[in-house]
């Protein structure tokens, strides 16, 4: 899991996944191989559904992430 990134809660990362920078994986998602820069990710088995801005003005950067 690299640098401002998250997973969230109930979320499973398969061994070996690769959350690379800036890449969420929502609520209960699971994640497998490498989840790209700047992207959020759904569902079983997580997809990408929208790029993340990179300038801080997510809900994310107002949690202080």
Do not use: C, F, H, M
């Amino acid at each position: 899991v690299e640098e401002r990134s998250w997973v969230a809660a109930r979320a499973v990362l398969a061994p070996g996944t690769i959350v690379r920078q800036g890449a969420v994986l929502t609520l209960g998602s699971v994640g497998k191989g490498e989840l790209l820069p700047w992207t959020v990710y759904t569902g079983n088995p997580a997809e990408p559904v929208k790029p993340r801005p990179r300038d801080g003005s997510d809900a994310s950067a107002q949690l202080g992430a």
